[in-house]
Every structure is written in C-alpha cells, then in structure tokens.
C-alpha cells in the first residue's frame, strides 16, 4: 500500500482532531456548531488542506536580506586580514629568495 500524500495525511489528522474535540468536550453547545461546519467541510473536500496550491509569498519580509551575526563579521574581518598577512608574509619570502640568489 503506497504511503498518502502529505495534504491527505493532513486532511485526515484534522477530521480526527474535530471528531475527538466534539466527543471528548463537555461545552459542545459551544463547540459543536463551529466543528460541524469545519469537519463536513473537511469531508466534502470544501476546505483546501494542499500546501502544494497555495499562492505566492508577496509580503515585506522577503523583501528584506537577513542582518548579518556580529560574530560572522568579526569573523570575516580576521580572514580578511589573515589573507592580507598571509599574501605579504608570501611576497617577502619570495622576494628574499630572488635577492638572496
């Protein structure tokens, strides 16, 4: 038997959520009105449960990059620095060796 979609899987977990919270809850005058309407629309498929159809994140937080962790930047900050050593530490042993043949 082949493994369910992961919107089915969803859609059945809700059902047996609504069906446990009206027979498990002493209020259902309360509950029961509001979780009727939502298991039947889960059970006439009226209610969407895919994520794989829902629109287009357009909102402000994609708009912004991400800050930057003081950590990292010290962090780039010492390679920067550490290369710049490293490429004059180069130069002046490779320079010694042509002056000293």
Known sequence: ????PGPVKMRQLMVWAVQKAIHG??????????????????LKNELET???????CTGQSGDKKPSKH?????????ITQVRQYLSMYTESVFLNLIIGL
């Open 1 to 4: 038997m082949p493994d369910l």
């Open 25 to 42: 809850n002493r209020k259902k005058a309360v509950l029961e009105p509001v979780s009727e309407v939502l298991l039947q629309g889960l």
């Open 50 to 56: 895919s994520w794989y159809t829902r629109p287009a």
């Open 70 to 78: 003081p950590q990292n930047i010290e962090l780039i900050d010492t």
